[in-house]
């Protein structure tokens, strides 16, 4: 089964290799294809940087693996999109995106690149695991990456016995892999890892007002089976996500 590896982090991210290791250990054949650039919290954009209509798309090595692997002048929706509409010769049959730097919990995933990403997968009948390692922008240099990898191959085995098109996200915290407890299943909590709040600062003299943003720890407390309270807990959490569906009954 070939795994198209992906991210929102950057083709130059360890978790991103980190990923790819780890769908090579679990017997996939592996293709990665990643942004160029960072493209945190760009949810299921496809925007891509176009000249005359082509995007460039850059021949990587990666540490470490031998693999195919390129970065793309485009968001990460966009190249899992550009996968199942004639880029490769043979479709993947699954999208593994991450390992993302910091968590996804929440109805904030709605705003995650990693979590589109998957998404987008499920689009074409494929399915994704978004997988994300607790350490927080600040902590993308001590990281556990190896930790993901502890619970990569019980999540694969849950993701393969889903009917194709499942989308699932891990969220993993930043420990080692020894300290870590037990997989559990966790809802969405309200809110995220982090609250976002937004102060306007009116211009002056005719200059454009600003807009600053700053993040604080999250107002309320999450329920107890939500994933930010089971990460929270030492817990690696999985949620299996739905893709946008219409509702019926309205008229």
């Known amino acids: 089964m070939l795994a198209l590896i992906t991210n929102d982090d950057g083709i130059d991210s360890p978790g991103l290799v980190t990923l790819a ?37 850059h021949t990587q090595q990666l540490p470490g693996l031998d693999v195919p692997a390129f970065s793309v002048e485009a968001h990460p929706a966009f190249i899992v999109h550009s996968a199942g509409e004639g880029w490769f010769d043979t479709e993947p049959d699954l999208v ?24 987008t997968g499920a689009l074409h009948g494929w399915s994704a695991l978004a997988a994300s390692l607790d350490c927080g922008l600040a902590g993308a240099a001590t990281a556990h990456w190896d930790t993901v990898l502890a619970v990569l191959p019980e999540t694969l085995a849950v993701l393969r016995d889903r009917p194709a098109g499942t989308v699932l996200s891990l969220n993993v915290p930043n420990v080692p892999a020894t300290d ?14 982090v609250h976002v709040r937004v102060a306007l ?9 600003t807009l600053k943003a700053s993040m604080s720890e999250p107002d309320g407390t999450a329920a107890p089976d939500s994933d930010v309270a089971l990460l929270a807990a030492g817990h690696a959490t999985l949620t299996e996500l739905r893709s946008i569906s219409a509702v019926p009954g309205l008229l």
């Open 96 to 119: 593994l995106s991450g390992i993302n730097i910091g968590a996804n919990v929440g109805r904030a995933v709605i705003h995650s690149g990693t979590v589109g990403a998957a998404l």
């Open 201 to 209: 600062t009116e211009g002056v003299d005719g200059e454009p007002g």
């Open 21 to 57: 290791r780890g769908a090579l250990e679990a017997g996939y054949e592996v293709i990665v294809a990643a942004p160029h650039g960072d493209s945190t919290g760009v949810g299921a954009s496809v925007y891509a940087v176009a000249e005359q209509g082509r995007v460039r798309v």
């Open 180 to 193: 870590l407890r037990p997989l559990r299943e966790a809802t969405l909590a309200t809110f995220g890892s």
